[in-house]
């Protein structure tokens, strides 16, 4: 049964990416995000302090890291545009608020 329900989700997914060929891209690149931070962060493995500098104003130390974080994920729409050639933020299931 397992394999039956595994086959038509394989199914119903190859023919939305026939119908939305976009949506084969994204789902291609947000299956690989996991991979290309694991990759950006493997330098970082071995980094024992760093140092966080900013501007006058703002929060300022660890305070900072909260923001920092939602600048760079903020980014991620506009990066995986740039390198698959599609727009990612505007696609919502049917229905979907927002």
Known sequence: RRSQADAA??????EAFARYPEAAVV??????LPQVAEA???PLLGTRRV???G?????VGV??????ILDVVSR?????????????????PP????
């Open 76 to 92: 991620l729409p506009g990066a995986i545009e740039a390198v698959a050639g599609v727009t990612v933020t505007p696609v919502r």
């Open 9 to 14: 989700q394989a199914a119903a997914k190859a």
């Open 55 to 59: 501007a006058a104003s703002g929060p």
């Open 27 to 32: 789902d291609m690149v947000l299956q690989r």
């Open 95 to 98: 229905g979907c608020l927002g």
């Open 40 to 42: 950006v962060a493997q």
């Open 51 to 53: 140092t966080l500098v």
């Open 63 to 68: 305070a900072r890291i909260p923001s920092e």
